[in-house]
């Protein structure tokens, strides 16, 4: 270790990291806020929700004071300046917003810790699946308790009835803030340390599990109070419903509106523009970033539904700003091309194929060969140190006639055509020489290189693009005649969009599918350009530490490591890693078996929907055991599968047994999984 690495060391020992520094300054909100805690739960409902027009008051009076002039005009004309100059604009504003809120913001994280722990956790006791036990009140509230019931059974919603202070009281002096679900739901302490640092526009990383959904309620509920709208990115359509249904009560409870943008909705209708209305609106990333398209192409005002870009905070902020950063979203429509031409240019890609076969199998007895010779290399440097000059002896014969194999075989290939390059690294395939005049041959229509024909050589690679790089069941699937392209990052079915410059009606023509016309690109912008359009970023997210540095970089954004609200126990293992694939299933399918029968649920992550699948085959094939595959085919059933992958099931022979969950890449990323009865004690 270098002096350097030394003295660094010593010096975060002495001094501390930024996120603990931050931690740390923030005990004194985090008192404020619990001290709170006792007056704010002596409050009636109605009281509580009256804080909210209070605290809305107080953050006018001083923005009047501060900015001298309306906020939504502000807003406007930082969104016509341009970039550079919307930086510096952008960044007064913001110390502005966060000055004036600063009064009362201990007293807006007490109310909505309040009102969470009322909506989310005491009003559970009404829920049948509970089954709570209301012989535990004293008699005046259980009069309350028999009440509050006869309202539900006769339509009230349970949200919507006003509960006394006392009954509060008596249900948490039965269940202590520390139990969480279903009778408390309290934010905890680093959880308002998280909402404090989404509120000023940080990135807040926090374990999973630590309540990211709940510590987003803070920031929003805040930033809503001075006059902005708030935007709550979530990876995909369920989970954006799911959390404007779980976290609503609390924002409507103190008066504010919430919505949720779903895809199935109509583009130019009046419930997308209702959703965006509300003060606080839940979605996906690529809906609002195709809204912000659609109302750029339209000509009148009053037919934009998205309105002002204020504040947003993504969730799993790391997939979507840097994984995702340079994705375009685009708004295409139809160039009128001839369709026909993919069909003939696929039936020729088929033919150059077929001539490489030779080439092909030759470089694949290379790729073995070399392989072999690596191992073989390994094995002598084990057997040297071993002092064994029998087994030495062999392997240096073997040795040698592997080398001459693989100079014939090289010498085999050096005069053997080939027609084509694949970079399988750039997706991309290129036509050899060669290639290029035996497709002419094929096309019988002359020289690619003159007039009419000149757009043969782009057809010819993507058709061979659409056969040798881009792989069914992994880039893309099949589903009722249509290509549906598979998301890298997710894993999950992109419906609607499609690949540029023709790829698309090559892959298209591949599967013998009906090939579409190809598009034109009529509106498009990069997720990361949609983002930094916003007036304030947040986000949050269990892995953001690693690229603090870009987020820094690119989005001004600042990264801060939540600690967890208790130690983790979690064991972190080695990687294991095995020479073949084979190997490597039959020891992940023993130790499936294992853990399951145990009665210990199990999830397995893979990188495409086709490893899922031939896991899925060996899981069958070895112990016939019952498990779920989540992956782009399961889109619709993803919640399903997710809500029962913590649970157990009752085998044939009556054993319990874990369940067990394969899914691809981040399918289901951002969704908890709660653990069933008896998995605990497993």
């Known amino acids: 270790m270098s002096?350097?690495?030394?003295?660094?060391?010593?010096?975060?020992?002495?001094?501390?990291?930024?996120?603990?520094?931050?931690?740390?300054?923030?005990?004194?909100?985090?008192?404020?806020?619990?001290?709170?805690?006792?007056?704010?739960?002596?409050?009636?409902?109605?009281?509580?929700?009256?804080?909210?027009?209070?605290?809305?008051?107080?953050?006018?009076?001083?923005?009047?004071?501060?900015?001298?002039?309306?906020?939504?005009?502000?807003?406007?004309?930082?969104?016509?300046?341009?970039?550079?100059?919307?930086?510096?604009?952008?960044?007064?504003?913001?110390?502005?917003?966060?000055?004036?809120?600063?009064?009362?913001?201990?007293?807006?994280?007490?109310?909505?810790?309040?009102?969470?722990?009322?909506?989310?956790?005491?009003?559970?006791?009404?829920?049948?699946?509970?089954?709570f036990d209301p012989a535990i009140l004293s008699p005046a509230m259980q009069a309350v308790y028999e009440e509050v019931k006869g309202r539900i059974a006769g339509g009230e919603d349970v949200h919507a009835i006003e509960l006394p202070p006392e009954f509060y009281a008596e249900v948490r002096a039965k269940y202590p803030a520390e139990e969480r679900p279903p009778f408390r739901f309290r934010h905890f302490d680093v959880q308002m340390i998280g909402g404090n640092a989404l509120y000023e526009g940080s990135i807040a990383e926090m374990a999973t599990g630590e309540g990211k959904t709940l510590v987003a309620t803070l920031a929003a509920y805040v930033v809503a109070l001075s006059g902005r709208k708030v935007h709550i990115i979530t990876v995909n359509d369920y989970l954006a419903k799911r959390d404007r249904d779980w976290m609503g009560p609390v924002y409507e409870s103190l008066g504010l509106t919430v919505g949720a943008i779903q895809s199935e909705m109509d583009t130019a209708g009046t419930e997308r523009k209702e959703q965006y209305a509300c003060d606080i609106t839940h979605g996906t990333n690529n809906e609002f970033g195709f809204d912000y398209l659609r109302d750029n192409m339209k000509v009148r005002y009053a037919d934009q539904v998205q309105g002002p870009l204020d504040y947003v905070i993504i969730d799993e902020v790391d997939s979507i700003l840097i994984d995702e950063a340079r994705t375009p979203l685009i708004i295409s429509g139809p160039a009128f091309d001839d369709t026909a031409r993919y069909k003939q240019a696929d039936k020729i890609a088929r033919e150059i194929i077929n001539k490489q076969r030779n080439y092909a199998g030759i470089e694949k007895q290379i790729d073995a060969a070399k392989r072999q010779i690596a191992n073989v290399e390994g094995d002598i440097s084990e057997t040297k140190k071993a002092k064994d000059p029998e087994r030495f002896k062999k392997l240096e014969n073997q040795l040698t006639k592997l080398?001459?194999?693989?100079?014939?075989?090289?010498?085999?290939?050096?005069?053997?055509?080939?027609?084509?390059?694949?970079?399988?690294?750039?997706?991309?395939?290129?036509?050899?020489?060669?290639?290029i005049g035996a497709a002419q041959e094929l096309a019988g229509v002359g020289s690619f290189f003159v007039g009419a024909n000149m757009e043969w050589p782009h057809l010819m690679e993507q058709a061979l693009r659409a056969h040798l790089v881009f792989e069914h069941e992994k880039d893309y699937v099949v589903q009722n005649g249509e290509v549906i392209i598979v998301d890298e990052f997710t894993g999950r079915l992109m419906h609607g969009r499609q690949w540029?410059?023709?790829?698309?009606?090559?892959?298209?023509?591949?599967?013998?599918?009906?090939?579409?016309?190809?598009?034109?690109?009529?509106?498009?912008?990069?997720?990361?350009?949609?983002?930094?359009?916003?007036?304030?970023?947040?986000?949050?997210?269990?892995?953001?530490?690693?690229?603090?540095?870009?987020?820094?970089?690119i989005y001004q954004l600042n990264v801060v490591t939540i600690p967890t609200n208790k130690p983790v126990v979690r064991e972190d293992r080695d990687d294991?890693?095995?020479?073949?694939?084979?190997?490597?299933?039959?020891?992940?399918?023993?130790e499936v078996f294992q853990i399951s029968t145990s009665g210990r649920p199990v999830l397995i992550g893979t990188i495409s929907i086709e490893k899922s699948e031939a896991l899925s085959a060996a899981l069958t094939q070895r112990y016939g055991l019952e498990h779920e595959v989540l992956n782009a085919k399961q889109h619709a059933r993803e919640a399903a599968i997710v809500a029962k992958a913590g649970f157990q099931h009752t085998r044939r022979d009556g054993k319990m047994c874990g369940n067990i969950t394969i899914a691809t890449n981040m399918a289901g990323r951002g969704t908890d999984i709660k653990l069933g009865p008896g998995v605990k004690e497993a």
Not at 35 to 56: N, P, V
Not at 405 to 434: C, F, G, I, N, P
Not at 519 to 524: F, G, I, N, V, Y
């Open 3 to 131: 002096i350097f690495e030394v003295l660094g060391k010593t010096m975060l020992r002495v001094f501390k990291s930024s996120s603990e520094r931050y931690v740390k300054k923030q005990q004194d909100l985090v008192e404020q806020i619990n001290e709170l805690e006792s007056q704010y739960g002596q409050l009636t409902d109605g009281q509580l929700r009256a804080k909210s027009e209070e605290f809305r008051q107080r953050i006018s009076r001083n923005q009047k004071e501060r900015l001298g002039r309306p906020l939504r005009k502000i807003l406007r004309e930082l969104q016509l300046m341009p970039e550079e100059a919307r930086k510096p604009a952008k960044k007064h504003l913001t110390e502005q917003l966060l000055a004036s809120c600063e009064e009362v913001l201990p007293e807006a994280f007490a109310v909505v810790r309040e009102a969470s722990d009322r909506h989310l956790g005491v009003r559970n006791v009404f829920a049948k699946q509970y089954e």
């Open 403 to 435: 080398r001459s194999d693989l100079a014939e075989l090289e010498e085999r290939l050096s005069h053997t055509t080939q027609y084509y390059e694949v970079e399988y690294d750039k997706h991309s395939v290129h036509l050899t020489h060669e290639g």
């Open 500 to 553: 540029s410059d023709g790829l698309h009606q090559a892959v298209e023509a591949k599967e013998n599918v009906h090939v579409k016309e190809e598009s034109q690109t009529l509106a498009t912008i990069t997720i990361q350009n949609f983002f930094k359009l916003y007036q304030q970023i947040a986000g949050m997210t269990g892995t953001a530490m690693t690229e603090a540095d870009e987020f820094m970089k």
């Open 576 to 590: 294991l890693i095995y020479k073949t694939i084979k190997e490597k299933f039959n020891a992940i399918v023993e």
